[in-house]
């Protein structure tokens, strides 16, 4: 699952033209390769036409956004972790950009990094002591069943182990899969200033 972001009127460098689109089903492996390349090319060119995040990456940018540029409304907060085409304005886009920029050279963008990245570190840390008592459980529930555990899933596990197994899992931190990095932060400006506002699918 990721989050695309889309220009609604990006600004297009002259002399460069979006590849027309083609029939995917009725075209050649070769075709199909020449056309994506066509749109990377068209899309790094210009930054305001596409911006895409997984959702692990997206979280963290989308948070420190609403948090910290104070350009988004509370009401629109859920909006931006949904896939609904929310849309942003040309002058909220600029204005986000702009603060995010204020950010990033005062350094709270970098200590808000390091302050990620530290989350990131001790989350695995507990993590991993979590993992050890999940391969516990499966080696308690492969002598209970006289299965292969690798083959069974938890929901398969017998009652008081699979209960067991989701009060460990609810134990992770998952703190530990969302990054937050100053190049991802550069990148969205880049396309926040060109897209001449922005949807967010």
């Known amino acids: 699952m990721g989050f695309d972001l889309y220009g609604i009127n990006p600004i297009i460098k002259e002399g460069t033209k979006k590849p027309k689109p083609i029939e995917y089903s009725n075209s050649s492996e ?21 911006f895409r995040n997984n959702v692990w990456w997206w979280r963290r940018l989308a948070d420190y956004i609403m948090e ?19 849309e942003v304005d040309e002058e909220t886009a600029i204005q986000i950009a702009n603060q995010l920029e204020h950010l990033i050279k005062t350094g709270h963008a970098e200590r808000h990094a390091e302050k990620v990245k530290k989350e990131k570190e001790e989350a695995k840390k507990h993590n991993s ?15 209970a069943t006289g299965k292969d555990v690798e083959k ?4 398969d596990y017998p009652d008081e182990y699979h209960k067991k197994w989701w009060e460990l899992i609810d134990q992770k931190d998952y703190r530990d899969s969302y ?23």
């Open 179 to 201: 990054p937050f990095e100053i190049e991802n932060v550069k990148e969205f400006i880049e396309f926040a200033k060109n897209s001449g506002g922005f949807k967010i699918c």
């Open 30 to 50: 070769e075709d199909r390769d020449e056309y994506f390349k066509a749109v990377d090319e068209f899309e790094s060119t210009n930054k305001g036409v596409y």
């Open 129 to 143: 002591k979590v993992e050890k008592i999940l391969d516990e459980l499966k080696a308690q529930v492969a002598k």
């Open 152 to 155: 069974l899933a938890p929901a």
């Open 68 to 86: 910290h540029t104070k350009c988004v409304d509370k009401d629109d907060f859920d909006k931006w972790h949904e896939n609904g085409g929310h």
